[in-house]
């Protein structure tokens, strides 16, 4: 009976063992992953940042853009102008 009980005893001692460095293994992962998920969640972070300075720039790109296309209307405008008076000068008669 004494040795039943003994043997118990160190099954459970052994149980009890395995458990804590099962316990300890899982602390490690989740350590692990906790560090894990930090870091992805800083690098959200920064791509959100990037994101949004990305926007911006592209809001101003357009911007200059329309405002280089507003330019090419005005020349386009002033050299139909130019072109206007030029034939306007050749076809005038000239003087002897």
């Known amino acids: 009976m004494m040795q039943i009980k003994k043997l118990q005893e160190n099954q459970m001692k052994l149980k009890i063992k395995d458990k804590i460095i099962l316990d300890k293994k899982h602390q490690n992962i989740i350590a692990a ?3 894990k998920i930090e870091k992805l969640e800083t690098d959200n972070k920064e791509m959100a940042n ?3 300075q990305h926007k911006y720039m592209n809001g101003e790109l357009h911007k200059e853009i329309a405002k280089l296309n507003k330019k090419i209307e005005e ?3 002033e ?4 072109k206007e008076h030029l034939q306007a000068e050749m076809l005038k ?3 002897s």
Do not use: R, V
């Open 79 to 82: 050299n139909t102008i130019f």
């Open 50 to 52: 990037i994101e949004k």
């Open 75 to 77: 020349l386009k405008k």
């Open 33 to 35: 992953l906790t560090q």
């Open 93 to 95: 008669p000239k003087k």
